[in-house]
């Protein structure tokens, strides 16, 4: 069975430091995909990334870049000089291609709080 | 443009009305979906529609009623709801049903009284 586990509850950082959000996740599938999600107070849960299992390639995209590590089961997310605008609760999630039920699992979620 | 539209933005209703929630996209995607959200919790699936067809049912309790009319548009049918049903309910859409990004609405809070 596919599970998504973010062992941190709640990160609190001042602006400008540097976070890891970590997630790690178990699967019995070959091909599947890692995603994260933002959620902000106002609920909206934002699409940041889609990873497929084939492609380890590390991204970055302006503050943010991701770790794909499939040797550790792990998709970790890091934000760079954080800023009060990046406080939400970020989740992880995995949808396997073949053997699962083609649906996203998510993690229990990552708190961030940013202070100014 | 990755919109998901969602009306109500918020409603309260008694545990004997009925009510419908709508999600709107126009973004071409095959397969739409309806997520319960309790506070401090992850979003728990309640239904997938793939192709207009229900394609999951995570064993959701028949006072919620899912309904896909056309490819656009996903409603969900409220009657006879209990208090502890009170939730944000979130709709996503995406491309179809194999593991594509899924792109959310701003969710419909609801409240039984």
């Known amino acids: 069975a596919q599970k998504v586990t973010q062992a941190q509850t709640e990160i609190s950082v001042v602006e400008k430091e540097d976070v890891t959000l970590d997630c790690v996740y178990e699967?019995?599938?070959?091909?599947?995909?890692l995603f994260w999600y933002k959620q902000p107070p106002s609920g909206e849960l934002v699409f940041l990334i889609r990873r497929n299992s084939f492609d380890e390639q590390n991204e970055i995209s302006g503050r943010y870049s991701w770790n794909f590590q499939k040797s550790t089961s792990s998709f970790n997310f890091t934000i760079t000089a954080s800023q009060v605008v990046d406080s939400a609760v970020y989740f992880c999630a995995l949808s396997e291609r073949d053997t699962g039920r083609r649906a996203l699992t998510f993690g229990s979620g990552t708190r961030l709080q940013v202070q100014p | 443009d990755t919109e998901v539209t969602q009306t109500p933005k918020h409603l309260v209703m008694g545990m004997t009305n009925k009510k419908s929630l709508k999600c709107e996209q126009h973004?071409?995607?095959?397969?739409m979906y309806w997520y319960k959200q309790k506070a401090k919790k992850p979003p728990e699936l309640m239904f997938v529609?793939?192709?207009?067809?229900?394609?999951i049912n995570e064993s959701v309790p028949s006072r919620f009623s899912p309904e896909c009319p056309n490819s656009s548009l996903l409603n969900l049918h409220l009657h006879a709801l209990q208090p502890e049903d009170s939730a944000l309910y979130l709709c996503?859409?995406?491309?179809?049903?194999?593991?594509?990004?899924?792109?959310f609405g701003p969710g419909t809070r609801l409240t039984v009284t």
């Open positions: 996503a859409s995406s491309q179809d049903q194999r593991a594509y990004e899924q792109y």
């Open positions: 699967t019995r599938d070959t091909t599947y995909y």
């Open positions: 973004m071409g995607h095959r397969a």
């Open positions: 529609y793939s192709y207009e067809k229900l394609s």
